[in-house]
C-alpha cells in the first residue's frame, strides 16, 4: 500500500505537481487520483516515480503497510 503522504511529499520536494509526475510516467491526471485514493500503483508506474522523484528509499513510500 502506497504511503500517498510521502509520495506526496516526494512530488513536492522535486517541484512538480502530481499533473506532471502523471504525465511523465504515462497515465493520465484522472487515473494518477484515482491510484492515489487507492493507494495502490502499478509496477512500472511505480519504478518510473522512483527514477523521476529520485526517492531513495522506495520501500517504505510503495511497500510499507
Known sequence: ???TNELRAAILR???TQSKVA??????DKTFSDRMKKKVFGSDEI?????????ENPMFVFFNR
Open 1 to 3: 500500500m502506497v504511503q
Open 14 to 16: 522535486k517541484g512538480l
Open 23 to 28: 504525465k511523465a510516467i504515462g497515465i493520465s
Open 47 to 55: 519504478e518510473k516515480m522512483i527514477d523521476l522523484l529520485e526517492i
